[in-house]
Protein backbone atom coordinates (compact mmCIF):
# COMPACT_ATOMS: atom_id res chain seq x y z
CA UNK A 1 0.00 0.00 0.00
CA UNK A 2 1.04 3.59 -1.28
CA UNK A 3 1.28 6.36 1.77
CA UNK A 4 -1.37 8.08 -0.74
CA UNK A 5 -3.52 5.16 0.08
CA UNK A 6 -3.10 4.56 3.32
CA UNK A 7 -3.97 8.32 4.13
CA UNK A 8 -7.23 7.92 1.93
CA UNK A 9 -8.22 4.50 3.80
CA UNK A 10 -7.41 6.11 6.97
CA UNK A 11 -9.37 9.08 6.14
CA UNK A 12 -12.33 6.70 4.88
CA UNK A 13 -11.79 4.87 8.06
CA UNK A 14 -12.11 7.69 10.49
CA UNK A 15 -16.01 7.98 8.68
CA UNK A 16 -15.78 11.54 9.92
CA UNK A 17 -13.29 14.95 11.29
CA UNK A 18 -14.01 17.39 13.97
CA UNK A 19 -11.90 20.31 12.09
CA UNK A 20 -14.49 20.24 8.86
CA UNK A 21 -17.87 20.21 10.88
CA UNK A 22 -18.67 23.54 8.97
CA UNK A 23 -17.66 21.91 5.79
CA UNK A 24 -19.31 20.52 2.90
CA UNK A 25 -18.74 19.51 -0.24
CA UNK A 26 -16.60 17.27 -2.79
CA UNK A 27 -12.83 17.20 -3.42
CA UNK A 28 -11.75 15.15 -6.38
CA UNK A 29 -7.43 14.91 -6.38
CA UNK A 30 -6.10 13.53 -9.70
CA UNK A 31 -2.81 12.41 -8.70
CA UNK A 32 -0.48 12.00 -11.82
CA UNK A 33 2.35 9.45 -12.28
CA UNK A 34 4.54 7.87 -14.65
CA UNK A 35 0.93 4.69 -15.10
CA UNK A 36 -1.18 7.82 -15.57
CA UNK A 37 -3.92 9.65 -13.40
CA UNK A 38 -4.98 7.74 -10.12
CA UNK A 39 -8.44 10.04 -8.95
CA UNK A 40 -9.37 9.83 -5.23
CA UNK A 41 -12.49 11.97 -4.13
CA UNK A 42 -13.17 12.99 -0.49
CA UNK A 43 -16.82 14.11 0.14
CA UNK A 44 -17.47 16.14 2.78
CA UNK A 45 -20.43 16.78 4.89
CA UNK A 46 -20.52 18.19 7.92
CA UNK A 47 -17.46 16.47 9.37
CA UNK A 48 -18.53 13.78 8.15
CA UNK A 49 -16.17 11.93 5.31
CA UNK A 50 -16.62 9.38 2.41
CA UNK A 51 -13.65 8.43 0.26
CA UNK A 52 -14.39 6.96 -3.00
CA UNK A 53 -12.01 6.56 -6.24
CA UNK A 54 -14.76 7.98 -8.38
CA UNK A 55 -13.48 10.51 -11.52
CA UNK A 56 -16.95 12.05 -11.58
CA UNK A 57 -17.46 16.16 -11.09
CA UNK A 58 -16.70 17.60 -7.64
CA UNK A 59 -17.04 21.22 -6.08
CA UNK A 60 -12.94 21.68 -6.36
CA UNK A 61 -10.79 19.47 -8.32
CA UNK A 62 -6.79 19.60 -6.82
CA UNK A 63 -4.43 18.14 -9.52
CA UNK A 64 -0.96 16.99 -8.29
CA UNK A 65 1.86 14.41 -9.13
CA UNK A 66 2.53 11.68 -7.21
CA UNK A 67 5.68 12.99 -5.39
CA UNK A 68 3.73 16.11 -4.59
CA UNK A 69 1.02 13.82 -3.08
CA UNK A 70 3.29 11.59 -0.99
CA UNK A 71 5.03 14.47 0.41
CA UNK A 72 1.78 16.28 1.10
CA UNK A 73 0.47 13.01 3.30
CA UNK A 74 3.54 12.91 5.49
CA UNK A 75 2.95 16.15 6.37
CA UNK A 76 6.14 17.32 4.90
CA UNK A 77 4.54 20.03 1.90
CA UNK A 78 3.04 22.86 2.90
CA UNK A 79 -0.36 23.09 0.74
CA UNK A 80 -0.78 26.74 0.10
CA UNK A 81 2.75 27.40 -0.69
CA UNK A 82 2.76 24.36 -3.83
CA UNK A 83 -0.54 25.75 -4.82
CA UNK A 84 2.23 29.31 -5.40
CA UNK A 85 4.71 27.07 -6.50
CA UNK A 86 2.78 25.94 -9.35
CA UNK A 87 2.73 21.99 -7.88
CA UNK A 88 -0.74 21.76 -7.11
CA UNK A 89 -3.39 23.21 -9.30
CA UNK A 90 -6.86 23.61 -7.79
CA UNK A 91 -10.11 24.37 -10.08
CA UNK A 92 -13.21 25.25 -8.66
CA UNK A 93 -13.52 26.55 -4.89
CA UNK A 94 -10.39 27.56 -3.75
CA UNK A 95 -11.35 27.76 -0.17
CA UNK A 96 -12.92 24.20 -0.08
CA UNK A 97 -9.14 23.31 -1.03
CA UNK A 98 -7.47 25.19 1.86
CA UNK A 99 -9.91 24.30 4.26
CA UNK A 100 -9.08 20.63 3.54
CA UNK A 101 -5.63 21.67 3.51
CA UNK A 102 -5.11 21.14 6.88
CA UNK A 103 -5.77 17.18 6.82
CA UNK A 104 -2.55 17.46 4.76
CA UNK A 105 -0.65 19.84 7.40
CA UNK A 106 0.62 17.28 10.10
CA UNK A 107 1.92 13.68 9.74
CA UNK A 108 -0.76 10.81 11.07
CA UNK A 109 -1.07 10.22 14.78
CA UNK A 110 -0.42 7.53 16.82
CA UNK A 111 -4.10 6.40 16.13
CA UNK A 112 -3.11 6.68 12.21
CA UNK A 113 -5.65 10.03 11.72
CA UNK A 114 -4.32 12.80 10.18
CA UNK A 115 -3.05 15.55 12.34
CA UNK A 116 -3.55 19.14 12.50
CA UNK A 117 -3.21 22.49 11.43
CA UNK A 118 -3.70 25.41 8.52
CA UNK A 119 -2.27 24.22 5.07
Known amino acids: MTPID ?3 DGLGRSGSDERL ?3 SGSVRFDIHDDRGVHHRRLDIDHGRL ?6 GPATTVITLSER ?3 AMVAGGMNGLAAIARGEI ?5 LAL ?7 FS ?5 A ?4 GGAA
Do not use: E, S, Y
Open 21 to 23: VKV
Open 97 to 103: ALRIGRL
Open 106 to 110: APATA
Open 112 to 115: GRPG
Open 6 to 8: AFF
Open 89 to 93: MVDGD
Open 68 to 70: TAV
Open 50 to 55: RVTADA
